[in-house]
């Protein structure tokens, strides 16, 4: 069984402050991570994958990844009140199917 | 391009009633996925399809049966509809390779059973 932790929160941030939402999975075959953002009533729609150790950042976000402690995580610089959704990590192996955890809300007040 | 179409948006059934909910894509996408999605909860695969005339069993099957008879379209009957059934129900199109799997999710149909 394929285990995703996530926690659910919500977290809480103002406006402008970094979020970090985090991501530890069980699969050691895993070989990439996506990170989707599901707004609510809304479908989940994809905003980072990484899949190499370190660092991969695009524009806001940044998705860090060590796969000797089996973590990912996603950073979200000057946080939006549009970026309030709840963000759902994915593992993948290779095998045609995305692993989903849970997700972690994430609430940014003005 | 419409993307991924799912209909109906809503439906509400009664115990032991039967439906198909009807999912397309447009994308020429070879695999197709149907998961269900409970308040609070990630995504739970039910079946998905690498091609056409290809179905597997995801996570959480038992209930439901797919096809996939043409690229397009990969429909998911209900038999016999049950209130734990009550889900919102999500069909994504994607590619996948040895290291990359990206869905492209539809708008979701809304399912209660009463």
């Known amino acids: 069984q394929k285990e995703v932790e996530q926690n659910s929160g919500p977290l809480s941030v103002p406006e402008g402050a970094i979020a970090s939402l985090n991501c530890t999975y069980s699969?050691?075959?895993?070989?990439?991570f996506f990170w989707y953002r599901q707004y609510s009533g809304k479908s989940p729609e994809l905003i980072m994958f990484i899949y190499s150790n370190g660092d991969k950042e695009d524009g806001r976000f940044t998705a860090q990844l060590n796969k000797a402690s089996q973590y990912v995580s996603l950073l979200i610089r000057d946080s939006q009140p549009s970026d309030s959704a709840t963000y759902l990590c994915?593992?993948?192996?290779?095998?045609?199917?995305?692993?989903f955890g849970k997700g972690t809300m994430l609430l940014v007040s003005p | 391009n419409a993307g991924v179409t799912q209909t109906p948006k809503f439906r509400i059934l009664k115990i032991g009633q039967s439906m198909t909910l009807q999912c397309t894509q447009d994308m020429n996408h070879n695999y197709m996925y149907w998961y269900r999605q409970d308040p609070g909860m990630g995504l739970k695969l039910i079946y998905y399809s690498v091609g056409a005339g290809i179905t597997d069993k995801g996570e959480v099957p038992n209930g439901y049966n797919v096809s996939r008879s043409t690229t397009e379209d990969f429909p998911l009957r209900l038999e016999l509809a049950a209130p734990s059934q009550t889900s919102v129900y999500f069909c994504?199109?994607?590619?996948?390779?040895?290291?990359?799997?990206?869905?492209?999710f539809g708008p979701g149909t809304r399912l209660t059973v009463l």
């Open positions: 994915a593992p993948y192996s290779g095998y045609s199917t995305l692993t």
């Open positions: 699969d050691r075959g895993s070989q990439s």
């Open positions: 994504a199109g994607g590619l996948a390779g040895a290291a990359y799997n990206e869905q492209f």
